[in-house]
């Protein structure tokens, strides 16, 4: 069974900083590619940030400079390490991939940044 766990969402000033973690289960995690999505109040959901199974990784512009997406594959976990975190970053975060046509997601984790 495919599983995706997100962890390490909170509270946090601007300019602070938080790393994400999703931890998969139930799939070849080395062989796929991982995405990092949020999704703000009223907003729809929108991809920040993706990691190929090459190690090649891309960014949303809003975030680049900011975020950096990575992973491990010895632990089957993708992380998004967010700094210079700004109140327009508040949003449910997901974690994501696509086998075929179907896309797989976490549960999310809210982060939440105070100005």
């Known amino acids: 069974q495919v599983q995706l766990v997100e962890s390490g969402g909170g509270l946090v000033q601007s300019g602070e900083s938080l790393r994400l973690s999703c931890a998969a289960s139930g799939i070849f995690f080395s062989l796929v590619d991982m995405n990092w999505y949020r999704q703000a109040p009223g907003k729809q959901r929108e991809l920040v940030a993706s990691i190929t199974k090459t190690y090649r990784t891309n960014y949303v512009d809003p975030v680049k400079g900011r975020f950096t997406i990575s992973r491990d594959n010895t632990k089957n976990t993708v992380y998004l390490q967010m700094s210079s975190l700004k109140p327009d970053d508040t949003a449910t975060y997901y974690c994501?991939?696509?086998?075929?046509?179907?896309?797989?997601w976490g549960q999310g984790t809210q982060v939440t940044v105070s100005s």
């Open positions: 994501n991939f696509r086998a075929g046509v179907r896309d797989y």
